[in-house]
């Protein structure tokens, strides 16, 4: 069964730090999200991705963040300049129709 | 006031037993509702969801949605200890899929 990937599982970096994480949506799908859930905090949305552009953002979603689809398979979340309140859980997702968005196993991102 | 709002728990059940859980919602304009379950440090999981009012089952999970009280439960019976995960509400807002989520309620069946 297809599954949405993320890489890498564990991310540590520094304050101020640039990270890139990364998700492989499944194959045929059109819509990418990403998530984050901070420890012990609701699942929060920041950003949908269709047709190569941004559709729409959260007040998370800052100057600081940006999405990429580089080439057709991987969707990417970049942070420029990290900070504490970074640290959380990252979620990507996919579907085809909105109701049923599909989400990867996450990536932990901690922030020192 | 919070979009959906979710009772955390936790909740402890026997195995065999019928469980509820629960979630409200403020924004009246919602119409996609949804349930996933987390297991711990793992993703959200889809398990199903219902467009507006009624009653939807798959198994031994029934999602149920009442848009004039604006309350969303999901039932499970014959609870298993594998059911033992977080239980996360959310509905769709906004024209291109943004989820709000409920905090999650975390549910653990004992055998």
């Known amino acids: 069964e297809p599954e949405v990937t993320q890489t890498p599982s564990h991310q540590v970096t520094q304050m101020g730090q640039e990270v890139i994480l990364r998700c492989v949506p499944i194959?045929?799908?059109?819509?990418f999200y990403w998530y984050r859930q901070i420890l012990g905090q609701k699942v929060e949305f920041l950003v949908s991705?269709?047709?190569?552009?941004?559709?729409?953002k959260s007040e998370i979603f800052d100057d600081q963040f940006s999405v990429e689809r580089p080439d057709g398979s991987n969707f990417t979340l970049k942070i420029r300049s990290t900070k504490l309140e970074d640290s959380a859980m990252y979620f990507c997702?996919?579907?085809?129709?909105?109701?049923?968005?599909?989400f990867g196993p996450g990536t932990r991102l901690t922030v020192l | 006031q919070k979009e959906v709002e979710q009772d955390p728990g936790p909740l402890s059940v026997p195995e065999g037993a019928i469980v509820s859980l629960n979630c409200t919602y403020s924004n009246s304009a919602f119409q996609y509702f949804m349930w996933y379950r987390q297991y711990s440090r793992k993703g959200p999981e889809l398990l199903m969801y219902?467009?507006?009012?009624g009653n939807k089952e798959d198994g031994r999970f029934t999602a149920q949605v009442d848009k004039s009280s604006k309350y969303i439960s999901l039932f499970i019976r014959d609870s298993q200890p594998s059911d033992s995960a977080t239980y996360l509400c959310?509905?769709?807002?906004?024209?291109?899929?943004?989820?709000?989520f409920g905090k999650g309620t975390k549910l653990s069946v004992k055998p």
């Open positions: 997702a996919s579907c085809r129709s909105y109701n049923e968005q599909f």
């Open positions: 959310a509905s769709l807002r906004g024209s291109q899929g943004n989820l709000i």
């Open positions: 991705f269709y047709n190569n552009e941004i559709s729409e």
């Open positions: 194959s045929n799908h059109l819509y």
């Open positions: 219902t467009y507006s009012s």
